[in-house]
C-alpha cells in the first residue's frame, strides 16, 4: 500500500514494470524518463540485484505541491533482460502499489507471456495479494511502426486478464507509453482514496478525490517535456466542524462555560470548554 505521512505530508507509491524479456520493460522506462523534467525526477540507476540487474527512478507528477501542501511521488522499478533467478522478481514486487504487465502481443510470444502471468500470480500469493486485488494495467508493446491494436482483447482473455485495463504501446517511437502510465496512476491514487476513508476515524483525515472511469490525468502544470498531459489528483484535507450548542453561554463569576460540538468526518463529539477571566488592575 502507499506510503501516506501526514506529518511529512508525503504520498510515496511504487510502481513495478513486469513482464518477459524482451517485452520493452527497459524501453518503456528508458523513454518515461526523458519525457520528464529533470528537476522532477530522480537519477534513473542500474543496480546489481544478484546475478540481475534492476532498473529503477523516482519522480513526481507535480511541478508544485497539491492544493493542501501534499507532494506525491512514484518509484519506478523494473528488472533487465533476461532475470536468471524468479525470487529476484518476487522481491521485487515486494510492497508494489500497481503493476504495469508489458507482453509482446506477437503470436511467437504466447507461451512465454503465459507463463510469465502465471509466474506473477505466484508471485503476488506469497505475499497474500491477488492480481485482482492490485491497481494493474495490460500493456501490448509492439515493436513495429503501423502495428494496430486488434489483438487486444483476445491476448488479454488467454492470458485472463480481461477485467485489466488494456493498452497498446510502439516502442518504436513511445507511442502510448506515457498513457499507460497516467492510467496505472489513476488507480493507484482511487486505492489511496479508498484506504484513507476506511482510516479516516483513526487518522488526519486526507481526502482525495477519485478521477472519472474514463478522464484524462491532467494537471495545471506542465510536468512532461513536450506535448503530452500530464495529471492532477485533488486532494483536500476536511475541516472539522465545530458547533456552538447553545447561545446561553453559563457565567459564574470569572468562569464562562462554552458547549460545543466538534464533527471531523462521522465522529462527533460533545465537550465544554472552560474559560477563566482575570482581569489585571492598572497600579
Known sequence: MALVNHAKKEI????VYYGPAGSGKSTALSYIFSRIKPSLRGDLKSVPAGADNLL???????????PNGYRFRL???????????????????????????????????AAENCESVSQLRDFLSAYGVGLHETPA???????????????????AAALDL???????SNSA?????????????RQVIDRVNAKEQTDRAEKPDLSIAPTAPNTPITSASTTLAGSEKSSIVQLSIDTPLV?????????????????LEIQNGTIRNSFVVTVSISVALAS
Do not use: R
Open 12 to 15: 510515496n507509491a511504487k510502481i
Open 56 to 66: 529503477l527512478f523516482d519522480f513526481s507528477p507535480f511541478e508544485t505541491p497539491l
Open 75 to 109: 518509484h519506478v522499478y523494473t528488472l533487465t533482460g533476461i532475470v536468471t533467478n524468479p525470487a529476484t522478481w518476487k522481491m521485487t514486487l515486494k510492497g508494489t502499489d500497481g503493476i504495469i504487465i508489458m507482453v509482446n502481443p506477437a503470436a511467437e510470444q
Open 137 to 155: 494495467v495490460l500493456q501490448l508493446n509492439s515493436f513495429t511502426q503501423g502495428d494496430t491494436p486488434d489483438k487486444m482483447v483476445p491476448i
Open 162 to 168: 480481461s477485467t485489466l485495463v488494456t493498452c497498446h
Open 173 to 185: 517511437c513511445g507511442e502510448g507509453l506515457l498513457e499507460a502510465l497516467a492510467v496505472l496512476s
Open 243 to 259: 458547533t456552538l450548542l447553545s447561545e446561553d453561554l453559563n457565567v459564574e463569576g470569572t468562569t464562562l462555560k462554552i458547549p
